[in-house]
């Protein structure tokens, strides 16, 4: 069975809350994006599952099981899947929960303490949390048969290598879906969203999970992320084929598909 990493979880820093603000907008461009991110996730683990359902009023469920149905599962049911930049399990345990699945989902994340606050969401026989970087995944080339990411793949270090890196590890025929936040393309949807996203959500993250920068990192993330048509390019320029992408509510968020 595969097991969490044993690494111990990132200790907090002290500092301002300006100066944790000054380090997310760098992080959001890339400036120590690994250990803000990582350091972040697993500062916000105990209530990150509380607040994605209320900031996105639940709608990121209906997202995830869209996604899910695209990722072809049901071509291989018994087959072994990867769950990336997992968090808490949560499309791992959805994706077992699903009628017919008899596979295998290996939920991997750099940041142990969210993959903890995941446990019990479905059988370990079922859904293995896996502590990994997305960078430098423990499994064996051309070894799996599917994997997704959902609302993940803005915060790996290295968008490239992390696609190569999926691609990889792989089987051939395999599919990879990505669920992402997207910035709407019409005018009057996209002032309403950005509002929203730079105002409304922080002061929410910030009051629940009572991190200065947390949701403050989010919309400058998503600003900084490549563009749906851009992200479909890399994809290809990463070894996928057959690559699609399509809009979700408004254009919100997207899911681009992709095959090895």
């Not at 005018?187 to 996203?197: D, G, I, P, S, T």
Request: overall charge positive; some cysteine; glycine content about 8%.
């Amino acid at each position: 069975m595969i097991m969490p990493s044993t690494v111990d979880a990132p200790r907090t820093r002290p500092g301002t809350p300006a100066d944790d603000l000054h380090v997310a907008a760098n992080a959001a461009q890339g400036e120590g994006k690994r250990e803000y991110v990582q350091q972040m996730f697993s500062d916000i683990a105990p209530r990150y599952d509380l607040l994605n359902h209320i900031l996105s009023l639940n709608i990121d469920k209906r997202w995830r099981q869209k996604a899910l149905r695209l990722l072809g599962w049901t071509d291989r049911p018994t087959g072994t899947y990867l769950d990336l930049c997992a968090g808490t399990l949560d499309v791992g345990a959805m994706l077992v929960r699903q009628e017919g699945f008899k596979g295998f989902v290996a939920g991997a994340d750099f940041a142990v303490p969210m993959l903890q606050y995941g446990t019990g969401k479905a059988p370990r026989t079922m859904l293995s949390p896996v502590g990994a970087d997305a960078l430098q995944l423990p499994f064996a080339a051309e070894s799996l048969d599917g994997a997704i990411v959902a609302f993940g793949i803005r915060n790996v270090a290295d968008l490239d290598a992390g696609l190569r890196e999926v691609r990889r590890v792989l089987k051939p025929g395999a599919r990879f879906v990505i669920l992402e936040f997207s910035t709407p393309r019409f005018a009057l949807v996209r002032a309403a969203y950005l509002a929203y996203f730079h105002h409304v959500l922080p002061f929410i993250g910030r009051l629940v999970s009572g991190h200065q920068s947390a949701y403050t990192y989010l919309p400058l993330s998503v600003a900084q992320f490549p563009t749906e048509e851009a992200l479909a390019s890399r994809m290809r320029g990463a070894g996928f084929s057959t690559v699609t992408w399509e809009p979700l509510t408004l254009g919100i968020a997207a899911i681009h598909t992709g095959t090895v």
